[in-house]
């Protein structure tokens, strides 16, 4: 089946600091990818909508500034926390789908802490 | 906005135990998708359903999407340790399976 790889799967980062979270697919093409944020024990939100070669869409509330998001080929979209804060700390996850039609294959996730 | 709600939020059970899941929108969704999550894990799809009234089973889950596609329920029969985990329902927008949103999930314990 499809497999999508996010690295890393835990980091720690002090405040201020950036970190850079990788989302691959191995075995498809994602020419869509979605970023979510999940708080311990609660369900999984939106971040944003990425598509291969194009400006990622944010869902509001997320600050584009804050959560970089490149899709520069379609097998890796990565997410940027710049200058993370104690508040940023969560737990990230990607998905990507071949197609706008088409079923969603979910990463393992991302513990972010920032110290 | 879409919301899903779910519930219930928390469910903790003895082996054997039968169980169900609600998740209720007042709006449509094109499809409703259930997932299972182990911590620290991402999710893991089970089923989709896309037709109303749709049923379908995956050995001892039962999962039914409403007439009106407003709703969703996930049934277990016989419950087993290991079916703990936290289980999400999440709508498609559109023609989308991929844009969710998701419910607020129901923790599952399931005690031998």
């Known amino acids: 089946g499809a497999v999508v790889s996010q690295h890393p799967s835990r980091v720690i980062c002090k405040s201020g600091t950036s970190v850079k979270i990788e989302c691959r697919s191995l075995?498809?093409?994602?020419?869509?990818m979605f970023w979510y944020r999940q708080f311990p024990k609660q369900s999984l939100m939106l971040m944003a909508t990425?598509?291969?070669?194009?400006?990622?869409?944010?869902e509001q509330g997320v600050e584009k500034d804050k959560f970089l998001i490149n899709h520069a080929s379609l097998t890796l979209s990565t997410l940027t926390v710049t200058s993370a804060h104690p508040e940023d700390s969560s737990f990230y996850i990607c998905?990507?789908?071949?197609?706008?039609?088409?079923?969603?294959?979910f990463g393992n996730g991302t513990r972010l802490t920032v110290t | 906005t879409q919301l899903l709600e779910q519930s219930p939020q928390f469910l903790s059970i003895q082996e054997g135990e039968n169980l169900t899941v609600y998740c209720n929108s007042s709006?449509?969704?094109?499809?409703l998708q259930w997932y299972r999550q182990e911590p620290g894990e991402g999710p893991v799809l089970l089923v989709t359903?896309?037709?109303?009234?749709e049923v379908k089973k995956l050995k001892r889950l039962t999962f039914q999407f409403g007439d009106a596609r407003k709703d969703s329920s996930l049934h277990i029969t016989a419950a087993q340790p290991g079916d703990t985990g936290l289980y999400l329902c999440?709508?498609?927008?559109?023609?989308?399976?991929?844009?969710?949103?998701f419910g607020q999930g129901t923790i599952l314990t399931v005690h031998p």
């Open positions: 709006s449509v969704f094109s499809s």
């Open positions: 998905s990507g789908a071949q197609g706008y039609n088409s079923p969603l294959h």
């Open positions: 999440a709508g498609a927008r559109g023609t989308s399976y991929g844009k969710l949103t």
């Open positions: 359903v896309v037709t109303g009234g």
């Open positions: 075995d498809f093409q994602a020419t869509t």
């Open positions: 990425s598509n291969e070669g194009s400006k990622a869409t944010y």
